[in-house]
């Protein structure tokens, strides 16, 4: 277990870069960020922050996804699964980085610390726009994803996030704090592989309360299309 944590500064220039003419030249599709962090971690809340910051802007799809490794240490996450640190040890084996929190990937391309507000925005404007249209669209209680033709093998994952929580953190090293955090990965439905051709695709149903995501990715994990549906608010 390893940790990575910078302070958090220059928040702004990044939202000012997502902003401007490079959000136009991500028109195909938007920036996936997915933090791997916990509660835990006294390095990841200025991670949470940034995240939660950069979820505003509807050209970025984020999840953050709770890691179990820290769990041992003081404090359980009650958002923490292994899942999550299965997804990113995939992330480090396939881009030859080590495992350590916060820790943010881009694209599915690019694993840098999650609080460092320069290397984000570094990342954000160097890797390739996904470039597969992916939709989600409801029809009463009914969930659909639709998704074009990425002409390569792919794979689909739903993740249903939770847009915003306040934890109190008893123990562990943020013992006393409260901490908010945001787009938290509560649960995820693989979606299946196939050759890449365009389908549509059935999705459990939107649970109250929570938001859902839908990726599709590459064999080397690369994003190549993603969709964000916001929770229903009635």
């Not at 949470?48 to 970025?60: I, N, Q, S």
């Not at 993740?159 to 953190?169: G, I, K, M, R, S």
């Not at 549509?200 to 839908?214: E, K, N, Q, S």
């Amino acid at each position: 277990m390893q940790r990575r944590g910078l302070m958090l500064a220059g928040t702004g220039m990044l939202a000012g870069a997502l902003a401007g003419g490079r959000r136009d030249a991500r028109a195909a599709g938007p920036v996936v960020l997915e933090l791997f962090t916990s509660q835990g971690c006294s390095s990841c809340p200025p991670a949470d922050r940034l995240l939660g910051e950069l979820a505003r802007d509807p050209a970025v799809v984020a999840l953050a996804w709770h890691v179990d490794y820290w769990n041992g240490l003081g404090w359980h996450d009650p958002f923490s699964s292994k899942l999550a640190t299965e997804r990113q040890r995939a992330y480090a084996g396939q881009l030859g980085e080590e495992v350590y929190t916060p820790a943010m990937v881009i694209g599915g391309a690019r694993i840098v610390v999650g609080s460092d507000p320069g290397a984000v925005r570094g990342a954000i404007l160097t890797t390739p726009a996904p470039a597969v249209p992916v939709a989600i669209a409801t029809d009463g209680d009914a969930l659909a994803a639709e998704i074009g033709g990425a002409g390569r093998p792919v794979t689909a994952l739903a993740a249903f996030y939770e847009p915003e929580h306040l934890t109190d953190v008893a123990r562990g090293e943020n013992g006393g704090r409260q901490l908010r955090e945001y787009r938290i990965v509560r649960a995820a439905v693989p979606l299946g592989a196939w050759d890449g051709a365009g389908r549509r695709l059935t999705l459990p149903p939107l649970p109250p309360g929570l938001g859902a995501t839908v990726l599709v990715q590459g064999a080397d994990l690369r994003v190549l299309g993603a969709a964000n549906l916001p929770p229903r608010t009635s």
